[in-house]
């Protein structure tokens, strides 16, 4: 069987790491630049130990139970194996110590310096020491010769020495090597080697080739070399028998020869193409142990077990041909296995090939046959096949080819982009299946541990919530492989074998009846690949490129066909989405599509198959849902990407868990993600992309960042807070649009956010003199939020910029009324006429859509109503006089945000709305507390100084409006214009206008006249809250008026039809009496209300000297109109 290699281990920190076998082969000794030794039982042990020996560990060594160590301190210590007592010190040096190895009987130790010296040191007494001296550089390693007559060493200074142990001579030298004045800037640590038990070769790399010297003659006898190594060697060892002969380069490419053919056997690429410091040969086993400069631990099992590919050969190529597209690691150009030997052309081209085709987690192998015969074959049916992949190329170019006929060596090949390995499919929040103590899932409803061993599997479920469920342990005996949790079951699945088909096992512990388990076996040759849980159901997807879903108690309900294999799967509520390979990738990219789907009681399906997005040369490795049911995926580069639903659901990237890693090969493993508050849950992990379950691992909390550019500037930091806040608020949207509960309170906060830095903004670009720019900001605000725009730009003496947002907050008005008339009448014909039967009338009135002269409904404003509105703005700054700021009189201010009454003309030949009332048609008015439905709505068309040329025949009427239940958008412009204090504005203001035009007697009576007989009569819902606000305050105490209504309408909704027929007599029978007693209490009202707006128009002629100059009154008066009327 061919060797395999399996994913490497973060061990040590980045920098130089070595390793070594103990002498049974049991453990694993590495050391590293932390300064620490750690023990592997093998290479899935989640939790080695670890000895400290100092600050950095250059080197380590291992014989007899003494671990010897070549520490920063430039000394060479003792300790005992496997306890890790420290033994004392060896020897000393005045620098580094760069290699220390054991003689073959244990006795002594060598050990090289920076400081040119060698010495050979008895272990026993460390007294008995001898010096070597000859070298001109640093000395990079030593190797004893295996009958302990010579020590052969590498240095800096380009040679290679052969020392006679016994009288401390250079029985030989070779000037091989590149110089250099530093260990650091040496292309090659340069780990030599003697041939174990005869010592009859010794094996330097240099460059690119093994050399072999001869023992005794110490001629060349032969090199050896592959094509597929295209940097220098690192390191070299032997095999304990002496047979084979591997080596490691200094990107990454491990080569093992057959030294008695002289024929490469293996051929291994490390996933990160880092450089390999480090080479151990099990004692026992055909295993090689191998380390990085990154500090990673590797294992490369079954070497020099070659299957004779001449029987097989059809196989071979069917294989070579399929994995192209499925990725397998197992099996992962297994076509390699049968190629003839390489040249140092065909090197080039493979190394190219091997950037293209081994993205991170995937590995290739070779076995070189020496029958051209098949090598020429499996050329040919390559060729005819047009899917060479570029290894094969330049082997067959090489060695095949020689043997072809002229007009086969002409034929075209393939040299553009390679196909890129298909990710194999995985559940999120799970760590590999091959680690015996994993992690199956961890979400944000609790986790399932997996703890396998040879002979017993067990299955532990954890619950965040204990209220949800207690803790669980589970016995494995199916070895499920598969896991996901939910707050209703448990789903497990696990693969075939060969006497029982592939399972999906549920567990639904929130089952009410006795029967909580059942399973389901898949058809045959049908393999579960991924699995999820949703609400009320469970669906897996297999193999046969089908989704089966099953209702959480065992049913089987719909099954669908996937365009490609599945990657992975998440469900959330009534969604589920899936990831596929919608094709194959190029250049290390993958090809996924994603579908959602609703699977409630209206199905349909959201993303069909689109492509999903990911950073260039990475892989997915989570998917799932927010907290709140936004679909979330991360890629390999850390990219958390979010769907923008607002954005026709398309991806946005919010967070780069990179931006908050340490270190280079640190990561963050997602398990959850909340919107509201903003928060990635996810586990740190040093130097690996997945946590051990021991100790367990603590949860970070990482924030939200959308790149958006120059976020260092005070804008582009409050445009990407901004957006955030909308991106992650959206989800209410669609929660209400589905029906779901969600915290109103959360949104209008949001809104209120968004708004304020919208006004942040505004005030900035205003500073920076952008007024376009405001222009833009403005389009973005709500309406009272464009008044205070308004005013701002007033006060800060920009008159264009302040008219040109007075135009755009009359057409934003006129849209938005137009829309939410139809909205409201919608909501209201439901409320008033399918759930009651009081208040028929206004219904009626409710549902009527009436029809109105636009060019009458302009024409509204008088000289005397402007200037009065006018004065009523200015007031304030009589006794406040400061520099223009977009929240000193803004949100805070009781001056902006107060509410003020429409004003409203009487015409006898416009349409009447149903939101006002005039003097001439007693229409009934619908409580709202909207600003748009008090706002006199103005077209671009007519000018506001136009508006002033009106027929003063009727008097203005202003009718205070009764609040009603909020809409969304009265929510959201409710935060910026609090409900005034004052009992009958209408009054006030009608007292004001009428004063300052000098009719006070005559058309104050007159209008309080009018008013008192346009009043609406009251419904029977009015009477019946009137009678219950009491107690709807006493249950809810923190309530505002709008709240209060809308908690009495669903109270009143809950009453019997009778009870509210009963409410709905009630009131009809006493309007008359009501309208009597009204009239009587609106006159001395209006008395009052005159007397005392008579006072403060005096006070405000007397202080009227201390006001700064005034804006050009015409100017002012047209501004007036609309920017400083607050409806």
Request: hydrophobic share 35%.
């Amino acid at each position: 069987m061919p060797s395999t290699q399996k994913p490497m281990r973060y061990g040590h920190t980045e920098g130089h790491t070595d390793v070594c076998f103990d002498d049974t082969g049991s453990c694993i000794v590495t050391c590293g630049s932390d300064g620490d030794v750690r023990i592997w039982e093998n290479l899935d042990d989640d939790d080695p130990k670890s000895i400290n020996v100092g600050e950095k560990a250059f080197s380590c060594a291992l014989k007899n139970g003494k671990l010897i160590t070549a520490v920063s301190n430039n000394t060479v210590q003792i300790h005992t194996f496997p306890e890790g007592a420290p033994d004392g010190i060896l020897t000393r040096f005045t620098m580094h110590v760069n290699h220390v190895t054991f003689s073959p009987d244990g006795t002594k130790v060598a050990a090289g310096s920076s400081d040119f010296m060698i010495k050979v040191v008895e272990v026993t007494d460390s007294s008995k020491q001898k010096t070597f001296r000859g070298h001109d550089a640093p000395v990079l390693s030593l190797s004893f010769d295996p009958k302990d007559i010579y020590l052969a060493s590498a240095s800096c200074d380009g040679s290679v020495r052969v020392w006679s142990i016994a009288d401390q001579t250079c029985t030989t030298s070779w000037l091989l090597l590149q110089k250099c004045n530093d260990v650091i800037n040496a292309k090659s640590i340069c780990r030599l080697a003697w041939q174990p038990g005869t010592g009859k070769f010794l094996a330097v790399p240099v460059d690119k080739v093994v050399k072999l010297f001869r023992r005794e003659t110490w001629g060349s006898q032969f090199d050896l070399s592959d094509a597929s190594i295209t940097l220098p060697l690192n390191v070299v060892v032997w095999s304990p028998c002496g047979q084979f002969l591997a080596a490691g380069s200094v990107n990454g490419n491990i080569v093992v020869w057959d030294v008695e053919t002289q024929q490469c056997i293996e051929r291994m690429k490390h996933e990160k193409k880092y450089s390999i410091c480090g080479l151990a040969w099990h004692p026992k086993y055909k295993q090689i142990a191998y380390t990085d400069t990154e500090g990673n631990l590797g294992l490369l099992e079954n070497i020099g077990d070659v299957e004779k590919p001449n029987d097989k050969v059809a196989s071979a190529v069917a294989k070579d041909y399929n994995d192209l597209f499925d990725g397998d690691d197992d099996d992962y150009l297994n076509g390699d296995t049968i190629e003839p030997p390489s040249s140092p052309k065909t090197g080039d081209n493979e190394d190219d090939a091997d950037d293209l085709m081994h993205p991170p987690g995937h590995m290739r192998r070779a076995v070189i046959d020496d029958d051209d015969d098949n090598s020429l074959d499996i050329g040919l049916i390559k060729a005819s096949s047009g899917l060479l992949e570029k290894e094969d190329d330049g082997d067959d170019q090489t060695g095949g080819f020689s043997a072809l006929p002229p007009s086969s060596t002409q034929q075209p090949f393939y040299d553009g982009p390679m196909p890129t390995p298909r990710q194999k499919p995985f559940q999120s929040g799970s760590t590999p299946v091959h680690l015996m103590h994993r992690f199956m899932v961890w979400n944000s409803v609790g986790i399932i541990r997996c703890y396998s061993d040879e002979q017993d599997s067990a299955i532990d479920v954890e619950f965040h919530d204990t209220s949800v469920h207690h803790a669980t342990h589970l016995p494995n005996s199916l070895s499920h492989t598969m896991a996901d949790l939910s707050t209703e079951a448990i789903l497990l699945a696990c693969e075939s074998t060969e006497e029982l088909a592939s399972k999906l096992h549920c567990i639904h512990f929130g089952s009410w009846d006795a029967n909580k388990e059942w399973t389901v076996d898949m058809p045959t040759d049908e393999e579960i690949e991924a699995i999820c849980l949703g609400q009320g159901w469970a669906a897996c997807a297999t193999t046969a490129l089908l989704v089966r879903v099953f209702t959480v108690g065992g049913v089987q309900r719909e099954i669908f066909s996937l365009p490609g294999p599945v990657v992975s799967m998440a469900g959330h509520g009534e969604q589920l989405m899936v990831v596929y390979h919608r094709g194959t990738g190029f250049d290390g990219d993958q090809c996924l599509g994603v579908q959602l789907m609703e699977l409630g009681m209206k199905k349909r399906q959201i993303l069909h198959g689109d492509p999903l997005s990911l950073t260039r040369k990475s892989y997915l490795v989570w998917v799932g849902f927010s907290a709140e049911g936004t679909p979330c995926y991360v890629d390999s580069e850390g990219i958390v990407r979010m769907l923008n639903r607002a954005l026709g659901n398309t991806w946005i990237p919010v967070c780069n868990t990179r931006e908050h890693c340490k270190g280079k090969y640190d990561h963050y493993w997602v398990v959850g993600i909340h919107e509201n508050p903003q928060q990635l849950r996810c586990i740190p992990c040093k130097g690996a992309r997945f946590p051990p379950t021991l100790p367990r691992p603590a949860v970070a909390i990482l924030p939200f960042k959308l790149p958006y550019c120059q976020v260092a500037t005070e804008k582009g930091q409050m445009e990407e807070q901004y957006w955030r806040s909308v991106v992650f608020h959206s989800h209410m949207d669609y929660l209400s649009k589905n029906g779901y509960e969600f915290d109103e309170n959360a949104k209008n906060q949001a809104v209120k956010e968004q708004q304020e830095l919208l006004m942040k903004l505004f005030a900035l670009s205003c500073k920076l003199e952008r007024e376009f720019r405001c222009v833009e900001l403005a389009d973005l605000m709500t309406h009272s939020v464009v008044n205070l725009a308004i005013k701002y730009a007033s006060r800060s003496h920009r008159l264009s910029l302040a008219q040109r947002l007075s135009d755009m907050a009359v057409q934003k008005a006129s849209e938005l009324a137009a829309a939410q008339e139809d909205e409201e009448e919608e909501e209201d014909e439901e409320d008033f006429r399918k759930h009651s039967n009081a208040g028929s009338s206004s219904a009626t009135e409710w549902g009527r859509l009436p029809g109105r002269n636009v060019q009458q409904d302009q024409e509204v404003e008088d000289p005397e109503e402007a200037d009065a509105c006018e004065e009523a703005e200015e007031t304030p700054e009589v006794h406040k006089e400061e520099e223009p700021s977009c929240f000193s009189r803004g949100v805070t201010s009781a001056e902006v945000t107060t509410p003020k009454p429409a004003l409203v003309a009487s015409s006898s030949r416009g349409r009447v709305n149903p939101f006002k009332v005039s003097s001439s048609k007693k229409d009934p008015v619908v409580p709202s507390a909207n600003v748009l439905d008090n706002m006199t709505k103005y077209s671009k068309k007519t000018s506001l100084s136009g508006s002033r040329a009106v027929n003063k025949q009727d008097p203005l009427v202003i009718k205070p409006l009764t609040p009603r239940p909020k809409t969304k958008q009265a929510l959201a412009v409710s935060f910026f214009q609090p409900r005034t204090p004052a009992t009958n504005p209408g009054e006030k203001t009608v007292e004001e206008r009428e004063e300052k035009a000098g009719n006070e007697s005559q058309e104050t009576k007159v209008t309080a006249q009018e008013n008192t007989e346009n009043r609406r009569p009251k419904t029977g819902f009015q009477m019946w809250l009137e009678e219950n606000r009491a107690n709807i305050l006493a249950d809810n105490p923190d309530l505002n008026e709008a709240e209060v209504i809308k908690e009495g309408m669903s109270r009143f909704r809950m009453l019997t039809s009778e009870e509210r027929m009963v409410w709905t007599e009630k009131a009809r029978g006493g309007r008359v009496s009501d309208l009597a007693e009204d009239k009587k209490r609106k006159r001395s009202t209006a008395e009052e209300e005159e007397v005392k707006k008579s006072q403060e128009q005096n006070s405000e002629d007397t202080n009227a000297s201390k006001k700064s100059k005034p804006l050009d009154p015409s100017t002012n008066n047209r501004l007036s109109a609309f920017a400083f009327k607050q409806s």
